[in-house]
Structure formats: C-alpha cells, structure tokens
C-alpha cells in the first residue's frame, strides 16, 4: 500500500510539473458555491461592494440557479450605488401624486452623477431579481414575497429614471434631456414643456414604450403579491395601496402621452 501511494504522489507530481501548476493546487479541493456566497455576505457586511460582487458572480457562475447568489448580486449592485430596496422603496410609496400642486417625481431633482449611479445599479440589480421571480434561480432560504416586493419597487424606480435617460442607452448623462417630471395641480403626469419639446419624436416615443414597458412590469409584479402585503407591508413603513396608487398613475400618464407596448 506504501508503494501504491507512492506512487500514485510520483504521478500527481510529474503531472503538476507538465502542465506547470502546484501539486497543492491540485490536492486542495475548490471553493464552492456556498463558500463563495458566504464570502459574499461578509463583503457585504463590511460594505465591500466591489468584493461582494466578486464572490457573488463567482457563486452564480458556479451554479447559475441559487438564488442566494442573485440575491446577494442585487443586494450589492444597489448597495453600491448608495442606495438601498428599503430606501427607494419608502420614498416611492410615500410620494403623493394628486396633492394640489406641481409634485416633481422621485430623483428628478438629484444630481446626475447619484441618479445615474443608482440607475446602472437598478439595471444589474433587476437583471437577478428578474432571475428570481421568473423560477431561473431559487432557494429555500428566501421569502418569494419579499424578492417580488424589491423587484416591484426596483422596476418602478428604474421606469421613473427612464424620464432621465431619454436617448435610452441607459446611461443618465449630458447626452439626455432633464424632462423634470412631475404631477401638476389636478393629478396628471407631465414634464417640462420646453425640454419635452427639445426631444425628436422618435426619441419620445422610444422612451415611453420603454418606460411603460419596465413599470407595467412593476405593476405585475405588485399585482401578483398585492393580497399578502397590503396595508403597512410587513412592518417595513411602505404604504402598498399608494405604491399601488403611484405605479397605476404613472402608467395612465405614459399612454396619456402616448405610450404604447413595445
């Protein structure tokens, strides 16, 4: 037997050395996804973003249906972006669209470099919510309704910051028009006139259907858990029948303006 494994530690060696890796690397068993996933949530907890999503796409690649890796990338992406699901969630369902006066949306007023920021980081974050909600990737670990709850209010806030990223490339920058979208006096969405006029009808349109496109989505997403989550959701502060209210409005003011489904 003692000549057996000699042997067999001869052939490991003269293998390592062929191929030019170390007979350690070859003996040590690999990091798995759960190693790599936990490596995630500590990143996480030190808000290490960049690492965080490091060691969450390596979890995904290794194994593309846990929905913990999706959930910790989406965790990270929006984290990054100085922004939390809790935080964009609580001020879209606090917004108020018929108040009497102009009411300017969400994150029309907020500085480029933020909105756009927290735009590219809804867009990765929506891609594995997506994954999520759609049964690509699972785990018993989480609450399907709380995943739906995130997506509804990421996908709502990225539709709203369509109204920024008006050449749709999705990026928000010097290339797009400030539409400052707002609700006036007697409830209904509308944006600046003169910027809106500043805008090819193409370039409109493509907009619309965009926007209409990702909030009609939202609005499925909240129809789909709007039974179990009404009233006060679960403690958190969001007020689910003015989400409810607030997505509904938009998507009326967008085929108001002409939207259509893309």
């Known amino acids: 037997m003692k000549h057996r494994n000699r042997l067999i530690m ?16 070859v003996l040590a068993p690999s990091e798995s996804a759960a190693d790599f996933i936990a ?81 590219t980081g809804l867009i990765q974050a929506n891609i594995h919510l997506k994954a999520i909600h759609d049964g690509e990737a699972w785990s018993l670990e989480l609450d399907g309704a709380a995943v739906a709850l995130d997506y509804t209010g990421t996908l709502a806030v990225q539709g709203i910051l369509l109204f920024r ?18 609700f006036d006096a007697s409830g209904n969405l509308t944006f600046d006139p003169d910027q809106w006029a500043s805008m090819s009808a193409s370039d409109a349109q493509a907009m619309l259907n965009s926007a209409v496109d990702v909030i009609g989505e939202s609005s499925d997403v909240l129809a789909g858990i709007y039974a179990d989550l009404t009233g006060d959701s679960v403690g958190t502060g969001i007020d689910m029948d003015n989400l409810d209210e607030v997505i509904s409005d938009l998507i009326t003011g967008l085929y108001s303006y002409g939207a259509t489904n893309p």
């Open 39 to 119: 490596d995630g949530r500590e990143a996480l907890q030190e808000s290490d973003y960049d690492a965080a999503i490091e060691a969450f796409t390596q979890a995904m690649e290794q194994d593309p249906t846990d929905a913990r890796a999706r959930w910790g990338l989406a965790k990270a992406y929006l984290r990054r972006s100085g922004y939390t699901s809790i935080s964009i969630m609580t001020e879209l369902s606090s917004f108020q669209t018929s108040t009497g006066t102009n009411n300017m949306l969400p994150f029309m007023d907020d500085p480029v470099e933020n909105v756009n920021a927290l735009y």
């Open 165 to 182: 990223d008006t050449n749709v490339d999705n990026q928000i920058n010097e290339d797009d028009v400030n539409l400052g979208a707002f």
């Open 10 to 25: 001869s052939v490991l060696v003269v293998a390592s050395l062929l191929v030019g890796c170390n007979i350690f690397d």
